[in-house]
């Protein structure tokens, strides 16, 4: 456990059964015929300094649930206490007001830029919105935030369009770091990146975090990042929270049938290994989340329920229980 | 899966001799644009072996996939010219054959998957449509002999319900599945070199492991030679006999899966290789990164195209582009500092 994690042990953010359904319509009178399920109650919280990593694979409702933290979303039923105000009800005007608390960095650099605006108008745009510097003020805030995620402030002129994927994405993060913020949701941040690039992006905000003290929920498929930068780590499946651990514990002795699966399928860069795994090979495909299974979401693909053909994985949606001291799970049959 | 290794040291050493499948020579493609023109690949020479796998890595833009539509010159040209180059295949230079050999070559001997099995399907005509319609083409099955092979491969794959399926559209199936579909068109004519583009980067890693076992299977079934392209280390590792890796449109290192993996020679593959997270104990404190960025390939190789990222460049990496200089009988390395007359003196 890194220290800022025992020093700060106070919760940033609390989300408690934080449900986001996206009505369907249909029909002649396109009368609403159902809910996507998005994110189906999901709990968690991060504390000050903490990064969590919110793993899992396309359509598990992840971003979603990242932007509903952000209130970018309003969720259908649920809480989201930042610090102990749940901003989920809070009216727009002090929605607003709350804002420059909590940024993200997004997937892509090349669409979440503007194209007609150059990186000083781009990372000052939130300083107009939100305050009242002066010009002036503001171009020194630019200038300094450029140092501090390593461009330099020659760019300050220049439009998007000039930069490569690992330094418009050091833009995105400028911009995100322009009003102080405590907490950053980083939605898939180095997914667009290729290899050599992401290893530079991680670097910078592990280090901003450190200098800062920000609190990152970062959100990501890819499973060995996250193992690198993530203190815990919830890993979710058809908008479900499957299992919740720190990185230590998930990594070396994961309890759900999903997680185990998930970690089972990422490859590794080391032949030896490669040619002596036994990997958990799930079959089929995810569910729609418009009609999930009923009981435990994963029990149509999970192998522990088809090997034990227990009745309640089919039939009741499982508990959220600590199995192991901080280490907790969805499942009725895990031990 | 004990058998992979064993497999892929014998592979290299038995296979090292007999008649490659596919031999590519000194390769160049250029593309012509506005601004002038960009060496997408320069002088790229492989050969591929039955019944092996050859991994191809590199970051976007090193020039992998222009290799290999280069091959089956798949490239719109203008604006794509390739400038040199021979591709040995069936007593043949790919190169030099007329469109309408090409054409039968061309998801017949040589099937293609590619990156996005939404948009390489075709999403007005059915699943079956597009499968059957290499078989028409290529081994001119007549409609219900294609129908019933159609359905044979879609079963080959994994695919339930086979038969039924193959009236269903593309966007009825899963990301998983239209891979799976893809394939199945790729083997329909029972090809000797299936070239796998980027086949598993838009899957989740859970189907992303049902389709490289799928692959796996397969071979051992089919037993045709595979060039298999993409930018993960992980993937390779678990499916190729040897890899080429590639960097600022040419191969640098050249290696079976177990020496790339245990000694790999070329500085970019060794920083490459330390870019990655581990996988397990303890993680490390600061992940290495290699500073700078891609190469700008607007004009032909003077110089190591990695040596303005490269931490043991000298004077020459910067004034003349290595050789690939031969380290073991399968490894190459294309780096100055495998020059034995260098090292000796």
């Given amino acids: 456990m890194p220290e800022t994690a025992i020093a700060a042990p106070e919760a940033l953010l609390r989300v408690e059964d934080l449900k986001i359904h996206f009505p369907i319509y249909d029909g002649l009178f396109r009368r609403k015929v159902g809910d996507v399920k998005a994110v189906d109650g999901v709990s968690f919280e991060i504390k000050r300094g903490e990064t969590l990593g919110l793993v899992g694979e396309s359509g598990c409702g992840k971003s979603t649930t990242g932007r509903a933290v952000l209130r970018l979303y309003d969720p259908t039923a649920g809480a989201v206490n930042f610090e102990d105000r749940d901003i989920a009800s809070l009216p727009a005007n002090e929605m607003r007001a709350m804002r420059p608390r909590m940024q993200m960095i997004f997937q892509d650099p090349q669409a979440s830029l503007n194209p007609r605006m150059t990186v000083g108008a781009i990372i000052a745009e939130p300083l107009m919105e939100h305050t009242k510097m002066s010009a002036g003020e503001r171009k020194d805030k630019v200038a300094e935030l450029l140092d501090q995620v390593g461009l330099s402030r020659d760019f300050i002129n220049r439009f998007p369009h000039e930069f490569s994927g690992g330094q418009r994405q050091r833009i995105g993060i400028a911009r995100a770091l322009a009003l102080d913020p405590d907490l950053i949701v980083c939605d898939e941040p180095i997914a667009a990146l290729d290899v050599s690039i992401q290893a530079q992006v991680v670097n910078l905000l592990e280090d901003l975090q450190h200098r800062l003290g920000l609190t990152y929920l970062f959100i990501s498929h890819d499973l060995s990042m996250v193992r690198h930068i993530a203190d815990r780590v919830a890993v979710m499946y058809l908008g479900k929270i499957m299992e919740l651990a720190p990185m230590g514990k998930l990594f070396a002795s994961p309890r759900h049938p999903y997680t185990q699966a998930l970690l089972s399928a990422v490859p590794v860069a080391d032949p030896k290994i490669e040619a002596n795994r036994k990997r958990v090979i799930l079959t089929g495909d995810v569910p729609s989340p418009a009609n999930p299974p009923e009981g435990c979401v994963f029990c149509t693909r999970c192998p522990l329920a088809k090997k034990t053909n227990d009745k309640r994985c089919f039939t009741i949606p499982p508990e959220w229980r600590e199995i192991e001291q901080d280490q907790f799970v969805a499942c009725h049959l895990a031990e | 899966m004990a058998v992979g290794t064993v497999r892929s040291s014998k592979v290299s050493a038995e296979l090292e001799n007999a008649a490659p499948v596919l031999s590519v020579e000194n390769l160049e493609t250029v593309f012509l644009t506005s601004e002038g023109a960009v060496h997408a690949v320069n002088g790229v020479s492989f050969s591929l072996q039955p019944g092996e796998l050859l991994g191809i890595v590199g970051e976007s833009g090193s020039g992998k996939s222009v290799t290999m539509m280069s091959l089956l010159k798949l490239l719109p040209m203008p604006p ?65 002999n294609a129908r019933k092979r159609a359905a044979e491969l879609l079963e080959l794959v994994g695919i339930p319900s086979a038969s039924q399926r193959l009236r269903d559209y593309p966007h009825q199936f899963s990301g998983g599945m239209r891979q799976r579909v893809m394939i199945a068109i790729a083997l329909a004519c029972d090809p000797k070199v299936l070239i796998a583009d980027e086949a598993t980067t838009a899957l989740d890693v859970t189907v992303q492991a049902q389709i490289i076992e799928l692959i796996k299977d397969l071979r051992e079934k089919l037993g045709m030679a595979i060039i298999w392209i993409t930018h993960d280390l992980g993937v390779v590792a678990g499916i190729a006999d040897r890899v080429a890796v590639m960097y600022g449109g040419q191969i640098v290192e050249y290696a079976s899966v177990a020496e790339l993996y245990d000694d790999p020679r070329h500085p970019y593959t060794k920083a490459l290789l330390q870019t990655l997270p ?41 004034q003349e582009n290595p050789p690939l200089f031969e380290v073991s009988p399968v490894q190459k390395s294309r780096c100055w500092l495998e020059d034995q007359e260098v090292v000796n003196a």
């Fill in chain 2, 80 to 144: 794509a010219e390739i400038r040199s180059g021979t591709v040995g295949f069936d007593g043949k230079d790919l190169l030099q054959v007329d469109q309408q050999e090409l054409r039968a070559i061309r998801g017949g001997d040589i099937g293609f998957i590619f990156q996005d099995p939404m948009t390489s399907l075709n999403p007005v005509f059915t699943v079956g449509f597009q499968i059957m319609e290499p078989l028409r083409m290529h081994l001119g099955l007549n409609k219900a």
């Fill in chain 2, 278 to 318: 581990r996988h397990e104990g303890d993680r490390m404190e600061r992940l290495v990164s290699i500073p700078g960025q891609a190469p700008n390939l607007s004009g032909p190789l003077q110089a190591c195209p990695f040596a303005p990222r490269c931490e043991s460049a000298h004077d020459r990496c910067r």
